[in-house]
């Protein structure tokens, strides 16, 4: 079976995962996109050539009866609306991060998809479907290291543009952190703090850069994450898990190493895009196949709504200098890890 996609938002990563779909992966197609920007739309798809309909209104290209499953890939603010309507639809929705702007929002998208009454929402948080984050979670779930007591992590940028602001640290950045982490350890968080060491200079007025984020788990795992979103020199994923009887490290990205002019040397990634361009293929792969073979895996909405609540505690953690708790319902057995 080829699964019929219809892809809302044809921005930066919509665009890519068009591509992907009808180039890269296997066993789906596209046959239908919309954008608020209906021009745009109909240019991604006559350039990359692809036989699908553009739509004027994305709840028509969700009820259409030839699309099976669903990618919203359109702004932060609209996913909510969209995953809603994909589950009214009873249709697999594959969602980028966000999957709502608030947590109450998620709690609704989590209500919806319990009252369906099976699982149609994978969120798109890429980094468990990243080699390296895969190997590090089979050694500590392999005992390599013992009970995992620390972690220390750091999210590097080169530089950021003018309309990032300092909560976007938290909102944009650290959100990867926050669901790779839990993944990692298989555990949620109960409390966050945000520390401002001295201001980069490289940093806009506006922004405070970098952050350290203090982040303590129901288990007892403490975890420090630096935040350094101007660091100049690249694009740059830490992350080091210290256990009772040992320490396990991310890979770095393979590189040449280069014995060159006197100098031993490893390149650095510049761009984001290129870091975990092989963690996209897989976790679309992994939702193609999983819709195909009746069902959806990978990160829940349950794990997109608990990554707002522990996000907005470390807003409010930003904002007010103090340790600030988070609080979670139990895991409904509905979300329960395969
Ligand atoms: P983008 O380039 O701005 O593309 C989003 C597109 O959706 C734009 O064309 C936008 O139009 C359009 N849009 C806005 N509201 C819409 C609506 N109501 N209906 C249909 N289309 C609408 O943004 P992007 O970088 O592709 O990011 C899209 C989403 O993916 C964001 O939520 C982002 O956080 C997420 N993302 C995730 C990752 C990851 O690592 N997993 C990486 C990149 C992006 P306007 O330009 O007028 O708003």
Not at 315 to 334: C, H, M, N, T
Request: net charge negative; glycine share 8%.
């Amino acid at each position: 079976m080829t699964l019929n996609i219809g892809v809302i938002g044809t921005g930066a990563i919509g665009q890519d995962h068009i591509r992907r779909c009808s180039f890269a992966l296997s066993g789906a197609r596209v046959v239908a996109v919309n954008d608020i920007h209906q021009d745009q739309a109909k240019k991604v798809v006559s350039d990359l050539g692809i036989a699908a309909e553009v739509y004027a209104d994305a709840h028509e290209l969700i009820e259409a009866a030839n699309v099976d499953a669903i990618l919203v890939t359109s702004w932060g603010p609209s996913h909510e609306e969209f995953v809603l309507s994909a589950i009214r639809a009873g249709k697999p929705v594959f969602c980028e991060k966000p999957l709502a702007v608030t947590a109450a929002g998620c709690k609704s998208i989590v209500d919806a998809e319990m009252a369906f009454g099976r699982r149609l929402v994978q969120v798109g948080f890429m980094r468990p479907y990243d080699q390296g984050y895969r190997a590090l979670k089979a050694a500590i779930d392999g005992g390599r290291i013992g009970e995992p007591l620390m972690i220390h992590a750091a999210h590097r940028n080169a530089r950021v543009g003018q309309a990032y602001a300092t909560d976007m640290a938290i909102t944009d950045t650290l959100i990867h952190e926050i669901n790779v982490l839990g993944w990692l350890l298989d555990d949620h968080y109960v409390s966050a703090q945000v520390i401002f060491p001295r201001k980069s200079s490289r940093a806009l007025a506006h922004l405070k850069d970098p952050q350290i984020v203090l982040l303590e788990t129901a288990r007892g795992t403490r975890i420090d994450v630096e935040v350094f979103v101007n660091c100049q020199y690249g694009y740059d994923i830490q992350c080091e898990v210290v256990g009772e009887t040992g320490i396990a490290r991310l890979p770095e990205p393979s590189s040449v190493q280069l014995r060159s002019e006197a100098k031993l040397s490893n390149e650095i990634l510049v761009d984001w895009k290129d870091r975990f361009i092989a963690a996209y293929d897989v976790e679309l792969q992994a939702f193609i196949d999983a819709v195909v073979a009746g069902r959806v895996g990978g990160p829940s909405a349950w794990d997109g709504y608990t990554a707002a609540v522990t996000a907005d505690a470390c807003v409010a953690a930003q904002r007010s200098g103090k340790v600030e708790p988070i609080e979670l319902p139990e895991r409904p057995a509905f979300y329960a890890p395969a």
